[in-house]
Every structure is written in C-alpha cells, then in structure tokens.
C-alpha cells in the first residue's frame, strides 16, 4: 500500500538535500550548506576565557567556537568538542563537551553511563528484550547507551548493528583527544543521513535524481519565499525574520465573528512548527496575535504546547509579554532558508 509519507532524496543547486512530504504536503526540508554541520566532533584547542560569561574561545579547523561553562581548562589544553548549532552572524561556533554519538535505533553517551530506553516505548516485553539487545551489545564498556523510541519498529539485527557502529565511532574519536593542533574528527550528518535517522515512521523513498522536480518539492520551496502563510477560514499569518527576533503576525481576514481571533490563533499554533522547520528558523521568536480575551489564552497555550511536542527542535514557550505578545526561544540548529537559497 502506498504510503500517505514520501521521502524524497536530492540535490538543491549541487548541495545534498532531503525533503519530507505528509499528504504531498511539504512537512521538512534539510539541505546542505558549507557551515559546520551540527553534530561535528573537533579536537578543539583551548584560546581564551571569557570573564563574567564562564566560557572559553576554542580554536578549530573551522574557526573560534565558544564553549559555555568551563572549569579547570587552561589555554592551550585539547579538549573533544560537538557542534551544537549554527552560529549567529558574526559569532563563534556553539558547541558541547557532551558528545553524543547519534544513529537511527541508538545514542552511545562516553560521559553519561547508563543503558537507558525511551520512555515512549512502553510495552515492558519490548524494553526487557531491548535491554537484552543492549547488554549483549555494551558488554562492560564504560559508555552510557539511549534506545530511540524509532526501537519499536525495528529489528533486533538492526539494532545491534546501530549500537555497535556508534560504539565504534565513540572509542575512534574518544582515542584521537590528545594533540596539539586542532583537527575535525567526525564531519556530522548530511541531509540523506539525517533523513534515513530522523524521519523513521513508513514512506516512499524517492532517491532519483529530479525526484524534488517530480514530488513537487521546488514549487512547494518556492512559496517559502513569501512572507504570508495562509490559515483555514480566510485567516493568514506574516513570518519575518529580523535582525533581532522572528516576528509572527496573525491576521483573522474577513471572519467578523466573536470567536475569529481564537480560531485564527490556534491556526497559527498548529502550523508554526512546520514553518520554522521549513524556514531554518531559530532564536528569539514574537507572535503578534489576532485580537481575543485573556480567558482564551489557555486554550491557546495548550494548543501550542501540542503542537510543539510532536516537533524535534528544542523550543521553549516563553509566555505572554506585558503587551500581549507570546513569546518563545527556539534552538538555531538549521540555517534560515533565505542564506541556504541565495
């Protein structure tokens, strides 16, 4: 049976790309760039604290990268470091001393010990032949293990395999910490990698070139490129992104009615995730509602906080400004649409 999901794996003006479509709908794209991936592991140098901040500059193949929270690091010490996003224009890198080495079915912790299994899954026969999986697989490695709630479907071949190949990689990386110069060790995953990793439910995988053309895909691109998104019933919303922050203007068009406002926002909750994925876009983001009464902001809320759960990305829901605004702070882990297409 045909699936209502189609994959489809491409180039975008010669960068790897991959697009995910829900009902022929554009639901995410990822497309490559010639930033540092996030995921990349570097053996970074230690350059210079940064008084007050509790960080340091580190020194890569790639440029300063920032790491927050130091202790006990002296200049000129090697340290193994992970990209964790994109820098903000004119920024170091952002980056982690937690490495996580991430596949489809497993995530080996080093500095986390433990075998632990996502609490999504919740048959307890599963978990217990899983742990079974994990413990044959682990041995006595000092490494922490994360089954992905992706387990559930898959086979026990699969897994085993996954869990191996990210041990592997680890105990490589790990091994190559010590050195002078610093050097990237692990380039992070493209966007066919991280398709085949993240989007794990059924589809149609289309891997031929032109396959974006064929889908529908370019045409679906090409409306990103307009600032308005249109809502059910007449409603739309403008996404602009500024220097600061990304604004989000909620308009109710020609609905009159007393519950126009409510309905328009909760529109807005509902199709915000999808367009920030679409969009690359992160940081400091200010919604600008349709008009309603404060005994309907809850309701609001709660639709956002759904909507928000079925999403990857890290956001956190601010709340409400003194103004009425609503607020939220979304992690930069793409690159806004608009440097990737220019």
């Known amino acids: 049976m045909t699936s209502s999901r189609t994959i489809a794996l491409d180039h975008l003006d010669g960068a790897e790309a991959a697009a995910l479509l829900v009902g022929g ?56 470091v992970q990209v964790t996003g994109y820098p903000e224009p004119g920024k170091a890198i952002p980056v982690t001393a937690k490495l996580l080495f991430k596949s489809r079915y497993a995530i080996v912790t080093p500095d986390a010990p433990g075998l632990n299994i996502s609490r999504a899954i919740k048959d307890e026969d599963l978990r217990d032949r899983l742990l079974e999986v994990a413990h044959a697989e682990m041995g006595q490695s000092p490494m922490g293990l994360i089954l992905r709630s992706s387990c559930e479907a898959g086979q026990a071949d699969d897994i085993a395999e996954d869990i191996r190949a990210m041990c592997d990689l680890a105990e490589a990386v790990l091994a190559d910490a010590s050195g002078a110069e610093p050097e990237k060790l692990t380039e992070g995953d493209g966007p066919h990698t991280l398709a085949w990793r993240e989007w794990v439910s059924p589809a149609d995988v289309m891997t031929e070139p032109g396959s974006f053309e064929a889908s529908g895909v370019l045409d679906q691109i090409d409306s990103l490129g307009s600032a308005r998104v249109p809502l059910p019933n007449g409603a739309s919303c403008y996404v602009e992104a500024t220097r600061a922050l990304v604004a989000v203007d909620v308009n109710t068009g020609g609905d009159a009615s007393l519950a126009a406002g409510l309905k328009a926002n909760i529109a807005l909750a509902r199709e915000l995730p999808r367009q920030l994925r679409l969009r690359g876009l992160g940081g400091q983001i200010t919604l600008d509602l349709a008009p309603m009464p404060k005994k309907d902001r809850r309701t609001f809320e709660s639709a956002l906080r759904a909507a928000f759960r079925q999403d990857q990305g890290e956001t956190a829901l601010a709340g409400w400004t003194p103004l009425g605004h609503f607020e939220l702070q979304r992690k930069r882990d793409r690159l806004p649409l608009s440097q990737v297409l220019r």
Do not use: S
């Open 25 to 80: 709908r554009l639901d995410d794209l990822l497309i490559d760039t010639d930033q540092p991936r996030p995921g990349a592991i570097y053996r970074a140098i230690a350059d210079r604290p940064v008084k007050g901040q509790g960080g340091m500059f580190l020194r890569t193949p790639d440029g300063a990268a920032f790491l927050r929270q130091v202790k006990g690091l002296a200049p000129g010490q090697p340290l193994l």
